[in-house]
């Protein structure tokens, strides 16, 4: 008899990938003006990730201070219809410094539901399909977090509630208040940030030492399977350095996991960029990648990537080479 696990609470369009917005909107200058040109380039990423099967946009409320959403706003409101074959998810809860305080991260109900009107209005929506809180917040109070989610459900302002950057023992923390699933956790996976791999299974390990950081996501993605929460992985590209933008001074298991990558491309008749995301889609949890590339060719590499099956010792070659130490 097969166990049934609980179902993803899924969201109905979602997509094998995700699309991140966060290159999209200029320059990260908060005074320099939105222009047509950025535009243009959102218009082309977002056809590009549209034309590859994706439906589900991530964004957050800082994105190059705000012109990240207001440029897909921007392009919203030249193409309408473009609003009907996506779902739109953003985040909030870090505040950049400024006159009332430091950088700091804000999950108040009041921050949240002030968030969430600013994102709408630069969208140009009347809804965000899911809201993901950015990172933990230490002066977090799950019940305010749930009351301020309740009104903006109810308003119809927001779907569902995710979360991202965030441990096992946090959303159970958060959850126990809540009176609908966290849905989503967004975290950085990929072959050059392994951590959440690592520490569930590499105890006995000479190198664990040097690691302890690693330990602290013992658990997550085994919580996030067995409550159904869908688990995306941001910078699943690690920038590139393991498809064809390697540093000249990269370290030698760097280069390696690359001269490997390129040899499983050919391998299985793919760009390199889809077997890095391959690697992240065969674990067990269905990983979504959230690519934020805004070149429409690399966009349409990464297409590939749900057609790449990694065999168990693909999966494991890839795994040794980029922690550049056989396993324990
Ligand atoms: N939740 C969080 O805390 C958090 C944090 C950071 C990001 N995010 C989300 O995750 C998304 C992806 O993150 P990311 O953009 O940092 O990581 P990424 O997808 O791993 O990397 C994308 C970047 O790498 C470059 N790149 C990739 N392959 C390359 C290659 N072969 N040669 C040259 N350049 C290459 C891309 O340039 P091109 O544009 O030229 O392709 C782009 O600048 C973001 O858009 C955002 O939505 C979330």
Not at 186 to 193: D, H, P, R, T, V
Request: glycine share 6%; with cysteine; hydrophobic share 45%.
């Amino acid at each position: 008899m097969t166990t049934t696990l609980p179902l993803q609470h899924s969201l109905p369009l979602a997509s094998p990938l995700v699309y991140g917005c966060m290159g999209l909107g200029g320059s990260w200058d908060a005074n320099e003006a939105l222009s047509e040109a950025d535009i243009d380039h959102a218009q082309a990423a977002v056809e590009a990730a549209l034309e590859i099967g994706i439906t589900l946009f991530d964004h957050a409320d800082i994105y190059r201070h705000g012109k990240a959403e207001a440029s897909f706003g921007a392009l919203l409101k030249r193409q309408p219809s473009l609003r009907d074959r996506m779902l739109l998810q953003s985040k909030c809860g870090i505040r950049f410094a400024d006159a009332a305080g430091p950088k700091r991260y804000d999950l108040s109900a009041g921050h949240i539901e002030r968030s969430v009107e600013a994102s709408l209005r630069r969208l140009g929506t009347e809804q965000i399909d899911l809201l993901l809180l950015h990172r933990p917040d230490p002066l977090m109070e799950p019940v305010e977090v749930a009351e301020a989610f309740a009104r903006l459900r109810a308003a119809g302002k927001v779907r569902l509630l995710g979360v991202s950057n965030m441990q096992a023992a946090q959303m159970q923390w958060l959850a126990s208040a809540l009176d609908a699933p966290l849905v989503a956790n967004q975290l950085e996976l990929s072959l050059a940030k392994l951590d959440a791999f690592e520490a569930g299974t590499c105890f006995n390990d000479p190198q664990a030492p040097a690691h302890p950081a690693s330990l602290a996501w013992a658990g997550t993605l085994e919580h996030c399977q067995r409550a159904g929460i869908q688990i995306q992985a941001w910078a699943p590209l690690a920038q590139g350095i393991f498809s064809g933008k390697a540093p000249a001074d990269a370290p030698a298991h760097v280069t390696c996991t690359a001269a490997l990558v390129q040899q499983l491309a050919e391998t299985h008749r793919a760009p390199p960029e889809s077997v890095v995301l391959a690697w992240l889609m065969r674990h067990p949890a269905r990983i979504q990648p959230v690519i934020g590339s805004a070149n429409p060719a690399r966009i349409r590499a990464c297409g590939a990537a749900a057609q790449v099956r990694l065999s168990r010792e693909e999966w494991f070659d890839l795994y040794v080479a980029a922690r550049g130490a056989e396993l324990p």
